[in-house]
C-alpha cells in the first residue's frame, strides 16, 4: 500500500524585518537574513503501510498478522484479532523531538479499532470507533515534552468482538531523527502476463510481480485500465466469441511503469442456457442477496420453495457505461462459480425462474444513449448465457430514462427470445402516475414485460388511485395503489405486490402476512378489502414479492409459508 510521505508546506510566520528565501528541493525554510533552518515535516512511523510484514511492529500474543485483503492502498495491511482477554494490541516506536507537536492517523476497519500515543511526556492521547465496513481514518495530535525523544505508538481492538484492519498510519511532524520508509522508485514493468480460463464475459489474466510495486493496471485494448493489488485479475462484462488485446502496468507511490507486451484472448462463445420454465399464473418472486447483511446466509438451493421467481441481487456496473457485470460474494459461501452455476440449473429444472437483478438501494446503471443501451443488453445477454439466467429485473432506483432503458429491453428481449423473464421493481413514487419514467418503461415493454413488483415499503404516505392519500403499512395501501396500475394500463398478470419479508427486511412499511393476504383476496375477489373497496376485482393478478428470501429464512419463513400457498391459491 502507498503511504503518503510528501511533506507539507512550514506554517508561515510573520517577518518583521530581514529576507526570505526559499531553499529549493532541500526541505529547508530559511528565515531572515542570517536565518535559521528548519526541517519540513515528516511521517516518523516506519513500515507505515506494512508493505514489510510487521516490521518495526509488534502485537499481542501474535493477535497480528499482515493481509493483502482487505487494504486500502498498497499491497498490505494489519489484521489484528483479539481473543480472550487480548484485545490485539499492536505497536511501535517512534523517534520524535522534544517539545515539539504531531499528528498521528490511520485508516481503519472491521471491528472496535483504537489509535493512541503513550510515552510523550505531556498527555497521552487516544481515539476509536466502533466496527466500520469501510476504511476510515482516525486522527488525533499529541505534544512531546521537554526530555521526550521517543513515543509509542498503537492501535488494539477490543475483547471478544471482531478483528479489525489498519493501513496508512501517519505521525506527522518534526523528524526525530530515526529515520524515515525511503521513498519508492518507479517499478519496472511486468513480465510474463498470460491468459488464463476465458467465458463468454471474462477472461483471467496473470502475471509475474514486481519489486516495489504496490499495485497493477490491466488495460483492454490500450484503454480501460482495471487497478489491482495482486498479480492475477479477472477482466469482465466482455462480449462474447470476440478477441481482446491487454497489457499490464506496475505502480507505486512514484508512478508507473511502461505497459507489458500484449496478450490476446478470445472470450468463448455463447450456448443456449434453454428456455426455462413458464412462470405461474401466480408467482411469488423473492429476492436472493449476493452479500451478507446480518440476514441468514443462503446458496440458491436453500431458497425456500415457495419462491417462483428468485431474483439474484445484485448485477454490478463497470468502467463502460451501460455495461454490467456479475461477481460472486466469497461471503455466500459458494466453494465455485461452477457450484453456483448448478445451482441455478437446478433450480430451473425444478420448475423456478432465476433472473438477475439489475440496481438496488446502492447500484445503479446509467442507460442514457445508444451506446449504453447496447451495452446494457449486450452484457445482460453474455451473462444469461454464461449462468444460465432466465431473464432481468430491473431494480434501478434513480436515473430512469424511459427512452433509452426500452432500447435496452428490446434488445436484450430480440437476442433472448419469449421466453426471457422481465421483471421491475420501482419504488411507490415510481409509480404514481402513468407519466413518470419508470411507468412510461413498464407501458412501451408491456408485451415483454412478465410482472412489477411495486416496493410497498420505505416510502411514507402516497396517493391512491380514488385520489386519496393512503399511509404505508396498511391493507389500504397495498390495494390503493396498486389500483393505479391496474388502471394505468398493465395487465393484471403484470402487478405484483412487493413487501418486506420480516421488520429487519426494510427501514418501514413491513406489515403481517394477514394484510398481503388480505390485499390479495381484495384485488382477485373483492373480499377482505379495508376502507378501500375497488370497483372491479382482478382475478389474474400475478402474485406478492418479498425482500428477501433471506430475511424470509431468518423469520423462520414465516413469511413464505403464508403467503406462498395462498398467491398459488388465487382464482
Not at 267 to 282: C, E, F, I
Not at 402 to 423: D, N, W
Amino acid at each position: 500500500m502507498h503511504v503518503d510521505r510528501t511533506p507539507t508546506r512550514p506554517h508561515g510566520r510573520r517577518l518583521l524585518g530581514g529576507a526570505l528565501a526559499l531553499a529549493v528541493g532541500s526541505g529547508l525554510v530559511l528565515v531572515g537574513g542570517a536565518g535559521t533552518a528548519q526541517a519540513a515535516d515528516v511521517n516518523v512511523a516506519r513500515n507505515a503501510g506494512f508493505e514489510n510484514g510487521l516490521a518495526y511492529w509488534s502485537c499481542s500474543a501474535g493477535s497480528g498478522a499482515t493481509v493483502s485483503s482487505p487494504v486500502r492502498t498498497g499491497a498490505g495491511a494489519l489484521r489484528a484479532t483479539p481473543a480472550g482477554l487480548d484485545n490485539a494490541k499492536c505497536v511501535q516506536t517512534v523517534t520524535v523531538k522534544p517539545n515539539s507537536t504531531y499528528t498521528l492517523s490511520a485508516w481503519v476497519q472491521g471491528g472496535y479499532a483504537y489509535l493512541g500515543a503513550t510515552g510523550t511526556g505531556t498527555t497521552d492521547v487516544s481515539t476509536w470507533t466502533p466496527d466500520s465496513a469501510s476504511w476510515k481514518q482516525l486522527t488525533t495530535t499529541f505534544t512531546t515534552g521537554a526530555s521526550t525523544t521517543s513515543v509509542q505508538i498503537y492501535t488494539h481492538g477490543w475483547y471478544g468482538t471482531s478483528p479489525y484492519s489498519v493501513d496508512d498510519v501517519s505521525v506527522f511532524g518534526p523528524d526525530g531523527g530515526g529515520g524515515q520508509d525511503p521513498d519508492p522508485t518507479v517499478p519496472s514493468t511486468p513480465a510474463g502476463l498470460a491468459a488464463g480460463t476465458v467465458t463468454t464475459s471474462s477472461v483471467a489474466l496473470s502475471w509475474g510481480a514486481v519489486s516495489g510495486a504496490t499495485g497493477y493496471k490491466v488495460y483492454r485494448d490500450g484503454g480501460n485500465p482495471q487497478t489491482v493489488t495482486g498479480t492475477s485479475a479477472t477482466v469482465t462484462g466482455l462480449t462474447a466469441d470476440t478477441a481482446y488485446q491487454f497489457q499490464v502496468s506496475a505502480t507505486n507511490a512514484a508512478g508507473e511503469s511502461a505497459k507489458s507486451a500484449a496478450v490476446t484472448a478470445r472470450t468463448a462463445k455463447p450456448t443456449d442456457p434453454g428456455p426455462g420454465p413458464a412462470v405461474p399464473r401466480h408467482a411469488v418472486t423473492g429476492y436472493w442477496q449476493n452479500f451478507d447483511n446480518g440476514a441468514a446466509k443462503q446458496k440458491l438451493r436453500d431458497v425456500q420453495a415457495a419462491y417462483d421467481i428468485i431474483a439474484v441481487s445484485f448485477a454490478d456496473s463497470t468502467a463502460t457505461p451501460g455495461q454490467i457485470t456479475f461477481n460472486l460474494d466469497p461471503a455466500v459461501g459458494y466453494a465455485s462459480v461452477a457450484d453456483f452455476k448448478a445451482d441455478i440449473a437446478a433450480k430451473k429444472a425444478a420448475g423456478k425462474s432465476v433472473i438477475l437483478s439489475v440496481g438496488g438501494e446502492k447500484g445503479n446503471v446509467t442507460i442514457n444513449s445508444d451506446a449504453t443501451a447496447t451495452a446494457f443488453a449486450d452484457s445482460a445477454y453474455a451473462l444469461m448465457q454464461e449462468y444460465g439466467f432466465n431473464g432481468i429485473d430491473i431494480d434501478l432506483e434513480h436515473g430512469v430514462n424511459s427512452t433509452y432503458l426500452t432500447k435496452a429491453l428490446r434488445q436484450l428481449s430480440a437476442k433472448a427470445g419469449s421466453s426471457m423473464v422481465l421483471t421491475m421493481a420501482p419504488q411507490t413514487i415510481d409509480m404514481q402516475n402513468t407519466g413518470s419514467e419508470y411507468f412510461k418503461t413498464a407501458l412501451a415493454v408491456k408485451d415483454i414485460l412478465t410482472v412489477v413488483n411495486t416496493q410497498y415499503y420505505n416510502s411514507g404516505s402516497m396517493l391512491g388511485c380514488d385520489g386519496k392519500v393512503y399511509s404505508q403499512g396498511s391493507v389500504d395501501f397495498l390495494t390503493a395503489l396498486a389500483c393505479i396500475q391496474l388502471q394505468g394500463g398493465l395487465a393484471p398478470s403484470q402487478v405484483g405486490l412487493g413487501v418486506p419479508a420480516s421488520t429487519r427486511g426494510a427501514g418501514s412499511g413491513y406489515v403481517d402476512p394477514q394484510v398481503v393476504k388480505n390485499a390479495l383476496d381484495c384485488l382477485t375477489r373483492g373480499t377482505g378489502c379495508g376502507t378501500f373497496k375497488p370497483a372491479q376485482t382482478w382475478p389474474a393478478l400475478r402474485g406478492a414479492m418479498t425482500w428477501s428470501t433471506n430475511w424470509d429464512a431468518t423469520a423462520g419463513n414465516a413469511w413464505s409459508n403464508a403467503v406462498g400457498p395462498h398467491v398459488h391459491n388465487l382464482p
